[in-house]
């Protein structure tokens, strides 16, 4: 069967022609007419049909290699292996095409790509060298959007997986600098940005190749031909310099820490950890050897790359100067190489530091006159350079001049005045910092600022006595203007911290440096400032300054608290109609919390004024329990350290214990209350306030000092827990204080017990509660503490009782209750138990009996109402007070003190 | 001769003298007065003499130090250095006195003599308690940083302008001021803290190995002699008994493995004795108590005074004739020749079967001494080269120590 006509179905859609129509020519010389005349005449009946007509040639596939149902293919159908056939074809436009076509199988079959990635990638490399630009371009974007990560998400736990990666990437790389001495130089430029690929996504392939890689990149660099006609397209190949020198860069950096871990893993594990590194994906953690790099020949190149470089920032910067305006591409060119620069130079300072070996022989080559003749000798035109960008204010420029300043700063240890009077530098970064503020790009120029503010430090310290003075002023200046949501503010308290606390870094600043410490008391006032702002705006600083703070006091203690006084603003201030407003310190974070406390310890010049808005703080819902027994241990500590008051720490022991608010929660229905109880809280606040009490010293004396507030608090009535613990205050100091005696505290106290004992009265009669009963024998505990020590007291609490029960109305307007009932019964009920209660307590029985004339007038007094037929005296009230009487009676018998004539008659009476 | 007898000593910051018990019997020994001190700041140097360093009382910038001999209750030497002393420690062969001011500065004392050998700026706030690991000074501060110091660098002149700091490790971890400090082999120390934590560090390391937090404050460690946990007396007048866990298998909660409950008030201060058997704590509350540690029950109860108690010690007093104390002087003298009095103490040599360590540790101290007689070791002029030798060796021999506990820990444990 012959060729039919247009070739393989396959290969004609592809390279279909869209061929230009040939234009109708013509019409020039005479009009044309149309002439629409009749219809046409229908064909003859007996005319011949010479139509031809065929169906299309259907040739039937005869492999079964070419069964395409239910296998991956293109739109085109093609399977990858013919679309990998023809990435080899000789015309562009194939290549191109199964180039996109592989794009799309990967895209639509993914399972394609982990099947036969390593086919894929074999084939794919040969196209590095490609010399059609868009087939290169293509290649590119598949290699990085789809084959490379793809490549990377693999679990490579199998070691075979590794071994087979590593072969590919092992062509991959010899394609590619193959490509980078290619003739032809856009293939070459092309291969640097395979090379930055490459490195990007498997930085442990890198140092196998390092050597020349860098070779071929000082080639390219000195090649004049590129140098002339094409210096943007130099930017990929700088940038993609700058990746492989930040990862020297950071093999060097890693190996002091991680050489020794590295070193105790075989080789197999090794491998395979590098191989893991890869698949972790960041470009950043990568710990691997710095022993996989040769340094000693790679310094060597570097050292070539140094004058190249030098000699190109020159070049550009010129140029940038000349014109009057910065285009994007030179300025980018520029950045990039100066950041190569700095590169480069932290990988020859980090092998110029490096302890020596005495057997190594790399003492004599890479040591610090090395360091001096390969690259300082160089920066002189660098210096030069910064002139030249001196008189222009630009932003672009700007960012140059920071970009110099961090090469010199991070050589500074070993710039001797012969190279650049230090003088002279520390007022080019003085300029820097003072230019700072004005600058409009703040993203841009925050990035590039922040290692000059890191080398500030270092500096300074190292500065010539006369020039620290405007170094320090501009630092101080900057700092000042730093806003809190900056990014540079991190860097600047860094810095302030390292100056001010010489123990991190080991700076010891001269101690007879007097100008140091005015910059040091600024520096201190800026930190509540910040402190305060940063609350809101960025939480992440809260935590770094207060941290600073708290060294601050630990290591300053000569410092002047006066500057720290918007510190109290945390803790809330006091607003001008008197009511106190609680800072932001009860939603900071726990740790910060606690850190803000721990301040408080080191500064308690600052404790006087800070203490009300701490109670403040102390008493809100919002603390958490456990941050407010903190706070009184800390306070208590500084009490004990001598630095706080003691009536400063009474007051405020004894403002706690009368303003926490106790949430008792509902004891039948925990579940139901919506309140949580905070009792056990108040327990231990309890406790730990009457323990800080009891250390403070001798018990009696204590109280003289407390009564005042004890008893301000205690006329105030607070609710009922509070008063407990008042009570419990006089207790522990001195339950037998005669200060108890005066009229007022007998009332009060005789109130607090009807208090108590009315929700316990209300329902005796239905029997014994052992919750309530229970929360009654702890609110009275304190009272027959006091009654035990102390009979006068019972006697005239007693009367108060009984003037209670007969009515005397003086009473009610001590009671905190308002609707206290009026009714006899409940009075009878709610003194009986209160006396039932006392009298169980075994303790108080010869106190009672002291006073027994008291209990029996009570006892008169309900018989009385008994017999007496008072109208309005209901049967239900009348059956109450007989059961009290009864039980008033039982246990009265039980004192033990009653003479048998003078019970008679009561008894009788029943 | 009976069985030496072991006394429980106790002071209180009230002036209520130091009070001594006998450890078995519970007899009043003696009571020597008069003497109110600070939390550590009574030793016993070397079970010879007892220092104790006095609460400063009113005017006058100096401080005062008392010294009492075990027969006499009354002071033998006063001394007054430069400022008020609120941390003392012997070294264990009683030849040098350390105290630490309250301006931070740390005092070092050659007890022979009373000649004040050196005399540095340590912390920035007053000093608060010391711990000796061999050579090496623990001393934590108010500003609640844990210094290690060598003596031996700061004992020699030229290995001082050599060191770039004086202290070979600043631990600055606890953010309140730390108000004690244990060391145990292998260069383990255990700091506590009024931050509510107590940090367990390794020396040779120089770094924190972990950190244990507490429901209170902690006024005082006492390390068991076993090691795996220390006895942590809180403000709550609770001792908690703590796992050291040092091999860093567990974390979290179970750290506190229970606490000793009977004082009322804070326990300052906690004594172990050596056999690990009995465990001494003093109180806020004037009371000392002598614990069983395997029943965890009290088995003794004694009131030293209304005052808190600061300080329990478990001593065994020796009597030997020592040359006359010497007051303890406030300047460093010029050009001094120190020289130290070492009394033979052969009861203390004794083999632990199961420690190679030990007879490493011999071995090399028999391989310094055919280079030179003992005294290069502590002389402070003596050779640099030497000394530093010496010091690379006895770290090695550190390492080796910490190795092994941190080997047993695990088992132990399990056990």
Known sequence: MGRPKGGAASSSSSSKKQKPKPKQRGGVDFKKYKHKVGRKLPPPKNATNTEIKSKAIVLPEQSMASERAGMAVNKRGLTLRELLQQTTHYNANVRRAALNGIKEIVLKHPTELKLHKVAIIEKLQERICDTDKLVRESLYNILQSLIFPSLKEVHWSELENAISTRSTLFLLMANILNGMTHLSLDIQLMAFRFLELVVLNFPSSFPSYAEKAFNNFVAVLSNDRIQLHDRSKLNSVLSGLGHCLSLVAQATKSDDTSNQQVHNLSTRERWKFTTDDDNSGGTLSHIYPAGAFAMSSLLAKLQNLVQILINSIEVSASEICAKSAIDAQSSEALLSALHCLDLICRIFIHEAKKPQLNFSISQTQFGPDWLRTSLLVHLKSLWGVKRLFHEKGDDKIFIFNLKIAEIFLCLSPWIDSTILPAEEFCQFVSSLLAKEKTLRNRDLMEMYLSPLITCMPGLIFNAPDDSKGYLLEAFTDAFRGCKVDCKLIMPFLDGVGEMLLPEKTGIWFSENDSGMFDYHDAWIHELPGILLQSIDKAPSVTKVVLELLLRVGQYLPTVDCGNLHPLIKLFGVKSSSGTMELGPFVNLTRECQELAISCLYYFPSLLPDIIGPLAACCLSDALEPFMLLKIVEVLQSIYKAGNLQITEQLSFLSLLMARFKVHPGNFLTPEDSSEVSNMDTFKSLNRLILTSLSEMGDGSLVLELIWNNLSHAIAQKPPMHNMNGLFRIIVTLDAETSKLMSEDVIKLIAGYLLDASLDLSKTIEFGFQPDKARLFQYFIKPCTIMFDKNDKVLCSTLEMLKSFVTGDDSLFSFLSNLNYPRELSCRVCVVTTILIFLCNERKLHRNLSFSKSVIKGILEYIRRQLDSNVIDVTYVEKQKLKSAFEQLKTKALQLNCWATVELEGLLSAT | ?415
Request: hydrophobic share 40%; proline share 5%.
């Open chain 2, 1 to 415: 001769m009976a069985a030496p007898e072991q006394l429980v000593l106790a002071a209180s910051s009230a002036d209520a003298g130091v009070a001594a018990w006998d450890l078995r019997t519970g007899g009043v020994a003696n009571r020597f007065h008069p003497c109110a001190s600070r939390p550590r700041a009574v030793f016993s140097v070397a079970d010879r003499f007892l220092a104790a360093a006095q609460v400063a009382t009113g005017g006058g910038n100096s401080g005062l130090v008392h010294f009492y001999h075990w027969g006499k209750p009354q002071v033998a030497v006063k001394s007054f250095p430069a400022e008020p002393i609120h941390a003392l420690i012997a070294d264990p062969e009683g030849s040098y006195l350390i105290g630490g001011g309250s301006n931070g500065n740390i005092f070092l004392w050659e007890v022979a003599s009373g000649q004040l050998l050196h005399t540095w700026h340590g912390h920035y706030r007053a000093v608060r308690c010391f711990a000796l690991y061999d050579y090496w000074l623990v001393s934590g501060s108010e500003d609640g940083s844990i210094r290690v110091w060598d003596l031996i660098t700061m004992l020699d002149e030229q290995s001082r302008l050599n060191a770039k700091t004086l202290y070979l490790y600043n631990f600055s971890q606890h953010a309140l001021p730390v108000t004690d400090v244990a060391c145990f082999l292998g260069g383990i120390a255990v700091s506590s803290s009024e931050d509510r934590t107590c940090k367990i560090w390794s020396l040779p390391q120089g770094r924190m190995l972990r950190s244990i937090s507490f429901p209170v404050s902690i006024d005082s460690v006492a390390l068991d002699s076993r090691g795996h946990i220390f006895y942590a007396g809180g403000r709550d007048g609770k001792i908690y008994v703590a796992a050291m866990g040092v091999d860093g298998s567990s974390h979290g909660s179970d750290d506190i493995l229970g606490a000793l409950d009977d004082h009322s008030k804070a326990v300052t201060s906690l004594a172990s004795s050596t056999d690990g058997l009995l465990l001494v704590s003093g109180s806020e509350d004037g009371n000392v108590r002598v614990w069983d540690t395997r029943s965890q029950q009290v088995i003794r109860k004694v009131k030293h005074s209304q005052g808190p108690v600061t300080n329990v010690l478990i001593v065994t007093p020796k009597n030997v004739n020592l040359p006359p104390l010497q007051p303890l002087r406030k300047v460093c003298a010029e050009n001094v020749e120190p020289q130290s009095v070492i009394l033979p103490r052969s009861e203390s040599d004794v083999l632990i079967p199961g420690y190679k360590t030990c007879a490493y540790a011999e071995r090399v101290l028999d391989a310094l001494q055919m280079h030179g007689d003992s005294s290069i070791l502590f002389g402070a002029g003596g050779s640099n080269q030497k000394g530093t030798d010496w010091r690379s060796r006895y770290l090695e021999l550190q390492d080796l120590f910490a190795g092994e506990v941190l080997d047993q820990m695990p088992s132990s444990r399990s056990n």
